[in-house]
């Protein structure tokens, strides 16, 4: 749901200029993240937008937040929850509590509920029953896992209760365009799309690292953390 104050996409827009995603980026990721506008740059950088296309999508104003909030008649501010698992590990709950003192700064008081993860899960994907939620997502490997699945009206991964014809038509177009230029314009769209409708607001990119002993060779990480990246892994003698 969205807040006793604000329907959901006035909140949405009232909270993402409230958040400073450079300062989340500089402390949760040690400089490492990068801005988020939905499809990661590690599936491909032809799928994402730049971090400067994000950053004009999702600008940081904490003046226009203030103003909004004034404007629609709650100048003292709100209470509202915030839920986040400690599931998807300290990051996401050192995350909650920075979104938590940004969100203060502009006089919405929100409050971070940890929540088990078989409980966070059921609220996400299921239920929607929550006013504000911080998740992480898995590394898909594919665009379609990052559209269709998780904002189409039949997606199987829904994680909005929010639903759009257009995004319907986008996210179907997509999965049919065989030329990759023309498949890359409509994840575009799609992304642009979801700036406008406020389903939600993505905020960072967080990197992955794999260490190894030096003996291990030929180990390359698979966006999908499956197995087959063992195939070719070999141990050189001691």
């Not at 909650?96 to 929540?115: C, D, F, N, Q, Y």
Request: with cysteine; net charge negative; charged share 25%.
């Amino acid at each position: 749901s969205g807040s006793r104050a604000f329907s959901l996409d006035g909140f949405l827009v009232l909270g993402d200029c409230a958040i400073d995603r450079d300062a989340m980026i500089k402390t949760l990721t040690f400089g490492d993240g990068r801005r988020a506008a939905w499809l990661p740059i590690s599936i491909g950088a032809q799928w994402a937008l730049t971090s400067e296309e994000a950053a004009k999508l999702y600008p940081y104003d904490p003046e226009k937040a203030k103003q909004l909030l004034k404007e629609a008649g709650h100048g003292n501010g709100f209470d509202i929850s915030l839920i986040v698992s400690p599931g998807h590990g300290p990051v996401a709950v050192d995350g909650a509590v920075m979104i938590s003192e940004m969100l203060g700064k502009v006089g919405i008081r929100a409050k971070v509920k940890p929540t088990e993860y078989p409980t966070f899960i059921k609220t996400w994907f299921s239920t929607f029953d929550f006013e504000m939620l911080l998740a992480y997502f898995p590394p898909y490997s594919e665009p379609d896992e990052w559209t269709y699945e998780q904002y189409h009206s039949k997606g199987s991964r829904r994680v909005t209760g929010g639903t759009d014809p257009r995004l319907d038509q986008l996210c179907e177009a997509q999965r049919r365009e065989t030329d990759e230029a023309k498949r890359a314009k409509i994840l575009h769209d799609i992304q642009y799309l979801l700036a406008d409708l406020k389903f939600a607001v993505p905020l960072l990119e967080t990197p992955y690292y794999s260490y190894g002993q030096g003996y291990v060779k030929n180990f390359h990480y698979l966006r999908d953390q499956s197995d087959p990246w063992l195939r070719n892994v070999w141990l050189s003698k001691a």
